[in-house]
């Protein structure tokens, strides 16, 4: 079929806005990069210096010998996958619930739920607070949730708040209303009770949506810093993200090393959404299609 002037035109107009959207989500990444290999002279010059005179790669080093950044990777480490881990199974059977098994008052709960997507987590920070500080038996507390700390400055308390969400259990539902009834009788008329159904045959088709889910909800606990920043004191429970804040004193911002911490507290995600990007794509159309 031969291609006229306004195809053509299309295809040229087309391929220069993707190319000025790359360059406007690229150039902060490389701004990133150029600055974190500069000396502070150069970051402070008023001029606009891509390429370093010379590559300073001894900010990445410095970087990291400032503070323990073993233990901050630790740290976030463990609570960003335990949270992962925890929310994807429990956000898959509450959208299996919701999207499969009829029950009485199941819309309006639902519709509850998705109420939870469009309240600020700032709004919510100081009532979770307190009830994390008020866990009886915790921190010293007694029964009643006094006198002690509660799960302040825990894993427990850094992971609890996070392994369910709305939006995750929105996404599991709109994902599993995709799939036919009759997949549900065939499985009823073998015996397959509703767990059953939801281990033997939802979840094994579950990659697309979980890793979509998995992708988000890494980025988003790894990224967190108001919540690790209330519930958190001292050194050893610190994440990267409140680690980024020792290259500033009251005088000065070590821009050149804030960006090479930067950039390396970073690796976890970069490495995550390349091995997961063809399921994160494909699980995000999967649970929008269907409604």
């Known amino acids: 079929m031969k291609k006229t002037k306004a195809d053509r035109r299309f295809r040229v ?41 010379a590559l300073q790669f001894v900010n990445y080093k410095t970087a990291m010998t400032t503070g323990s950044w073993a233990r901050y990777f630790q740290n976030s480490l463990t609570v960003t996958v ?21 029950f009485r008052g199941r819309e309006p709960l639902f519709m509850l739920i998705l109420i939870g997507m469009m309240i600020p987590a700032q709004v919510t920070l100081i009532p979770v607070f307190l009830l994390i500080r008020s866990v009886p038996f915790a921190g010293g507390n007694n029964w009643l949730g006094q006198g002690g700390t509660g799960l302040i400055n825990t894993y427990a308390g850094l992971i609890i708040p996070y392994i369910a969400g709305s939006f ?31 281990f033997r045959i939802y979840l094994p088709l579950s990659g697309p949506v979980l890793a979509s889910l998995a992708v988000l909800k890494f980025t988003g606990t790894w990224n967190e810093y108001p919540w690790p920043l209330v519930m958190t004191s001292g050194d050893a429970m610190k994440t990267v993200q409140l680690a980024l804040g020792a290259f500033r004193n009251e005088g000065e911002v070590f821009w050149n090393q ?19 990007q063809k399921h994160f794509v494909s699980g995000l159309l999967a649970g929008s299609v269907k409604g």
Request: charged content about 10%; some cysteine.
């Open 13 to 53: 107009l087309s391929a220069l806005f993707v190319l000025l959207l790359c360059l406007m989500t690229g150039f902060p990444l490389v701004m990133t990069i150029s600055v974190s290999l500069q000396t502070m002279s150069e970051v402070y010059s008023p001029d606009l210096n891509l390429i370093p005179d």
């Open 258 to 276: 804030l960006m090479a911490a930067t950039l390396v507290s970073g690796v976890p995600i970069y490495l995550l959404f390349f091995f997961a």
């Open 82 to 102: 335990i949270t992962v881990v925890i929310s994807l199974v429990i956000n898959a059977m509450s959208g299996f619930v919701f999207a499969r098994i009829p």
């Open 168 to 198: 995750g259990v929105f996404l599991c539902r709109q994902f599993y209303m995709g799939f036919p009834t009759e997949l549900d009788d065939a499985a009823r008329i073998d015996g397959c009770g509703r767990l059953g159904q939801f």
